[in-house]
């Protein structure tokens, strides 16, 4: 059964710095992977996703995620984060191959410091 | 609509209250799932189907939690004799799964109903 686990649940930068989001996998196939953001009452919205085309995936608001099997990760990173940036986000796993169940992280919140 | 569509947005129940939360998908999608989020907490998956058939349900948290999806289309999620640890924000999803071969495109979810259990 897959499984993910998003290792901080709360991350602070300063505005202008790089963002880091860990996110570690576990699938018994072959994993699709998505990062999901979640803004105060707003719903979910999708960042990202890895489907098995290139391991490096850019998504929207400068946001990208590398999958590196090797270590069964997919962390989101942001070169400079901005304010509109703080948010709770989700890291989804998905078996592909077996069903199209989606698993979510627990979530990480983002707070950023003026 | 362009976009999957929960109502009602917000619900009060008395505890003992039996609830029904409704789910319109995108039109033609294959795949619904419904989502039970706590308050500061992710999404826990509850049940998945695939078209009209329910493949999964294993996060149902209790016998009064029931869904069906009776035409493949709308669905609907049921509590009956609400309880308070029920009060959760509940999500629904649907994606354009591609029969077997279970490759994922993107799932869409709604704004979420939030069940107040008073």
């Known amino acids: 059964a897959q499984s993910v686990t998003q290792l901080d649940s709360h991350v602070s930068v300063s505005e202008g710095t790089p963002v880091l989001l860990r996110c570690n996998y576990s699938?018994?196939?072959?994993?699709?992977l998505f990062w999901y953001v979640q803004h105060p009452n707003k719903g979910l919205q999708l960042l990202l996703k890895?489907?098995?085309?290139?391991?490096l995936v850019k998504g929207i608001n400068g946001f990208e995620a590398e999958f590196k099997k090797s270590e069964t990760s997919f962390h989101l990173t942001k070169p400079s984060a901005h304010m509109s940036d703080a948010a709770e986000y989700f890291c989804?796993?998905?078996?592909?191959?077996?069903?199209?169940?989606?698993?979510f992280g627990k979530g990480t919140r983002l707070h950023i410091l003026p | 609509g362009a976009g999957v569509s929960q109502s009602p947005r917000y619900k009060v129940a008395k505890r003992g209250q039996d609830v029904a939360l409704r789910c319109d998908p995108i039109?033609?999608?294959?795949?619904l799932f419904w989502y039970q989020q706590a308050l500061g907490q992710g999404p826990e998956f509850l049940t998945y189907?695939?078209?009209?058939?329910?493949?999964?349900k294993s996060g149902l948290p209790s016998d009064r939690f029931f869904a069906e999806r009776p035409e493949g289309s709308v669905s609907t999620l049921k509590i009956q004799r609400t309880q308070q640890e029920d009060s959760a924000v509940y999500l629904c999803?649907?994606?354009?799964?591609?029969?077997?071969?279970?490759?994922?495109?993107?799932?869409?979810f709604g704004q979420g109903t939030r069940l107040t259990v008073v």
């Open positions: 039109s033609g999608h294959v795949s």
């Open positions: 999803a649907s994606s354009l799964a591609l029969g077997l071969t279970g490759i994922n495109t993107e799932a869409f």
């Open positions: 699938s018994s196939y072959s994993p699709s």
């Open positions: 189907f695939q078209n009209e058939a329910q493949l999964d």
């Open positions: 989804v796993v998905s078996d592909r191959g077996r069903d199209d169940k989606i698993i």
């Open positions: 890895y489907t098995s085309a290139a391991t």
